[in-house]
C-alpha cells in the first residue's frame, strides 16, 4: 500500500426533494463548506447542495492550493487566520487524510518599495494574530538554498516576509471530507443539477428552477464560482464582478528537499511542491476578463522564465500539465459575503485566487448567518453594501491579482 492509499469516502446519495430549510447552489469548497457547518456547528441537515458538474469539479479543483494568512489588512487577516486555524484540525474533526502539511510561505522583496512593503505586511499580520516576520537576503538563503539571490542579476532578493504558518492540503480531498461530513449528517448533495432560474415572490427568492425540476427553500445561497454574475441577473440585481481566468502548471518530479512555498508580487509569480515531489506554479490573473478555460504558451513562458530565474534548478524540469481556473474579481480584490437585496437570498463570492485558502472559515461564517440571522463580525466588512456605503476593503493580498 502506498502513502497516497486511504479509507474509501462514503457519500449518502440521496433523491432531491421539493422542499428544504437550505439551498445551496455550488457543489465546490464554500458550498459543501457551508452545508458542513451547518450540519456540524448548528444541526441544520434539511441542505441541498446544487451541483451543476461534479463535487469540486469548479474553482475547487482547479487551484493551488496555499493556505495562508498573510494578508495586508488587519480584516483579512483576521478572517484567514481564522481558516489558517480551522484548517489545521479539520482532519482530525473529519476523520479524513487531507494532506495538509504546513510549510511557511515566502514572499520576497527586490526593491527598497518592496522592503518597505513586506516590513509593513509582518507589522500587520503580527498586530492581528498572523505570524509573520520580516527576514534579511541570509535568512531566505537558509530557508530556500536552491534560491539565486542575486536573482539572475535582474531580480536581486534584498529580503522577504516570512508566515511559518502557510500550508498546502489537497483540495479534492478537502471537497470530499465536507461533503461526505455534511451527507452523513442528512444534508443531500445533487450532482448534475444545473440552476436554469431563480423563482421569487416580490423581493424574496423562494426557490430554484433546475434540469430536475423546481425546489422551494427559506434560504437560498449562492456558493458559485466563476458565474456567479448569471445568478444575481436571476434575482435582478447587480454585483461589482469581474471574471478572469488563472492558469497554473506542475513540472515532473524533483528531489522533496523543496519546502516552504516561495513567492513574489514584484514578479507576480509563486511556487511550491507537491507532495509527489511536482513543482507547481502559477501567476497573475489573465488580463482580460472571460470564461475562457483554455491554457495558454505566454502564460507558460512569463511564468517559467520569472521563477526559474531565481531557482535556476527549474531550468532541468519539465512541465507535464497546465490549467486554468476562473476567479471571481471585486473592485476591491477582497471578498464579497452575506445579504443582498433580496431577501432569503445569500452570496459568498468574489474570491478571485484566495478561495481554497478560506474553504473553512467561509462555511463556518455563512452557516452562522444562515442558522441565527445575524451576520458574524468576521464577515461584516465584507457585505456587498460596502460598495455603496463607500467603505470598500482593498487589499490586493496576492501575487494573482495584479
Same mark, same amino acid.
Given at each position: 500500500?502506498?502513502?497516497?492509499?486511504?479509507?474509501?469516502?462514503?457519500?449518502?446519495?440521496?433523491?432531491?426533494?421539493?422542499?428544504?430549510?437550505?439551498?445551496?447552489?455550488?457543489?465546490?469548497?464554500?458550498?459543501? $463548506?457551508?452545508?458542513?457547518?451547518?450540519?456540524?456547528?448548528?444541526?441544520?441537515?434539511?441542505?441541498?447542495?446544487?451541483?451543476?458538474?461534479?463535487?469540486?469539479?469548479?474553482?475547487?479543483?482547479?487551484?493551488?492550493?496555499?493556505?495562508?494568512?498573510?494578508?495586508?489588512?488587519?480584516?483579512?487577516?483576521?478572517?484567514?487566520?481564522?481558516?489558517?486555524?480551522?484548517?489545521?484540525?479539520?482532519?482530525?474533526?473529519?476523520?479524513?487524510?487531507?494532506?495538509?502539511?504546513?510549510?511557511?510561505?515566502?514572499?520576497?522583496?527586490?526593491?527598497?518599495?518592496?522592503?518597505?512593503?513586506?516590513?509593513?505586511?509582518?507589522?500587520?499580520?503580527?498586530?492581528?494574530?498572523?505570524?509573520?516576520?520580516?527576514?534579511?537576503?541570509?535568512?531566505?538563503?537558509?530557508?530556500?538554498?536552491?534560491?539565486?539571490? $542575486?536573482?539572475?542579476?535582474?531580480?536581486?532578493?534584498?529580503?522577504?516576509?516570512?508566515?511559518?504558518?502557510?500550508?498546502?492540503?489537497?483540495?479534492?480531498?478537502?471537497?470530499?471530507?465536507?461533503?461526505?461530513?455534511?451527507?452523513?449528517?442528512?444534508?443531500?448533495?445533487?450532482?448534475?443539477?444545473?440552476?436554469?432560474?431563480?423563482?421569487?415572490?416580490?423581493?424574496?427568492?423562494?426557490?430554484?428552477?433546475?434540469?430536475?425540476?423546481?425546489?422551494?427553500?427559506?434560504?437560498?445561497?449562492?456558493?458559485?464560482?466563476?458565474?456567479?454574475?448569471?445568478?444575481?441577473?436571476?434575482?435582478?440585481?447587480?454585483?461589482?464582478?469581474?471574471?478572469?481566468?488563472?492558469?497554473?502548471?506542475?513540472?515532473?518530479?524533483?528531489?522533496?528537499?523543496?519546502?516552504?512555498?516561495?513567492? $513574489?508580487?514584484?514578479?507576480?509569480?509563486?511556487?511550491?511542491?507537491?507532495?509527489?515531489?511536482?513543482?507547481?506554479?502559477?501567476?497573475?490573473?489573465?488580463?482580460?476578463?472571460?470564461?475562457?478555460?483554455?491554457?495558454?504558451?505566454?502564460?507558460?513562458?512569463?511564468?517559467?522564465?520569472?521563477?526559474?530565474?531565481?531557482?535556476?534548478?527549474?531550468?532541468?524540469?519539465?512541465?507535464?500539465?497546465?490549467?486554468?481556473?476562473?476567479?471571481?474579481?471585486?473592485?476591491?480584490? $477582497?471578498?464579497?459575503? #452575506?445579504?443582498?437585496?433580496?431577501?432569503?437570498?445569500?452570496?459568498?463570492? #468574489?474570491?478571485?485566487?484566495? #478561495?481554497?485558502?478560506?474553504?473553512?472559515?467561509?462555511?463556518?461564517?455563512?452557516?452562522?448567518?444562515?442558522?441565527?440571522?445575524?451576520?458574524?463580525?468576521?464577515?461584516?466588512?465584507?457585505?456587498?453594501?460596502?460598495?455603496?456605503?463607500?467603505?470598500?476593503?482593498?487589499?490586493?493580498?496576492?501575487?494573482?491579482?495584479?
Amino acid at each position: 500500500m502506498n502513502e497516497f492509499m486511504e479509507k474509501r469516502v462514503d457519500f449518502k446519495w440521496s433523491e432531491p426533494k421539493k422542499t428544504y430549510d437550505v439551498i445551496i447552489i455550488g457543489g465546490g469548497g464554500h458550498g459543501l $463548506s457551508t452545508a458542513y457547518y451547518l450540519a456540524t456547528r448548528h444541526g441544520i441537515t434539511n441542505v441541498a447542495v446544487l451541483e451543476r458538474k461534479y463535487i469540486g469539479g469548479g474553482n475547487s479543483g482547479r487551484n493551488t492550493t496555499v493556505i495562508r494568512a498573510n494578508y495586508g489588512i488587519p480584516e483579512a487577516v483576521k478572517f484567514y487566520q481564522r481558516s489558517v486555524d480551522l484548517y489545521e484540525s479539520l482532519e482530525d474533526e473529519t476523520e479524513r487524510w487531507l494532506m495538509h502539511k504546513k510549510k511557511g510561505i515566502l514572499w520576497l522583496a527586490h526593491s527598497e518599495a518592496a522592503v518597505r512593503q513586506e516590513r509593513a505586511r509582518a507589522d500587520v499580520n503580527t498586530a492581528f494574530g498572523a505570524d509573520t516576520t520580516y527576514i534579511t537576503p541570509k535568512e531566505v538563503k537558509e530557508l530556500v538554498p536552491e534560491i539565486d539571490l $542575486s536573482g539572475g542579476n535582474l531580480f536581486p532578493v534584498m529580503g522577504g516576509s516570512y508566515h511559518a504558518a502557510g500550508a498546502t492540503a489537497r483540495h479534492d480531498r478537502v471537497n470530499w471530507a465536507l461533503a461526505e461530513g455534511a451527507m452523513k449528517r442528512g444534508a443531500h448533495v445533487h450532482q448534475r443539477t444545473e440552476v436554469i432560474d431563480l423563482i421569487k415572490k416580490g423581493n424574496k427568492v423562494i426557490g430554484v428552477k433546475t434540469n430536475n425540476g423546481d425546489m422551494y427553500a427559506d434560504v437560498i445561497m449562492s456558493a458559485v464560482g466563476g458565474h456567479v454574475t448569471r445568478l444575481t441577473d436571476m434575482a435582478g440585481f447587480r454585483i461589482p464582478i469581474r471574471s478572469h481566468p488563472l492558469q497554473a502548471h506542475v513540472t515532473n518530479h524533483y528531489a522533496r528537499t523543496f519546502h516552504p512555498i516561495v513567492a $513574489s508580487t514584484s514578479l507576480l509569480f509563486y511556487v511550491s511542491q507537491t507532495a509527489r515531489g511536482e513543482m507547481l506554479m502559477g501567476a497573475e490573473i489573465d488580463r482580460q476578463p472571460s470564461y475562457n478555460y483554455r491554457s495558454g504558451h505566454h502564460y507558460l513562458q512569463s511564468c517559467s522564465f520569472r521563477a526559474a530565474t531565481l531557482l535556476p534548478f527549474l531550468r532541468k524540469l519539465r512541465i507535464l500539465r497546465q490549467w486554468t481556473g476562473i476567479c471571481d474579481m471585486s473592485p476591491d480584490y $477582497s471578498p464579497i459575503m #452575506g445579504k443582498t437585496p433580496m431577501d432569503n437570498f445569500l452570496i459568498t463570492t #468574489g474570491w478571485g485566487t484566495w #478561495g481554497f485558502k478560506a474553504i473553512p472559515v467561509g462555511g463556518e461564517t455563512m452557516a452562522e448567518l444562515i442558522a441565527t440571522g445575524k451576520t458574524p463580525d468576521l464577515i461584516k466588512p465584507f457585505a456587498l453594501d460596502r460598495f455603496r456605503k463607500d467603505r470598500t476593503k482593498a487589499d490586493r493580498g496576492s501575487a494573482g491579482t495584479h
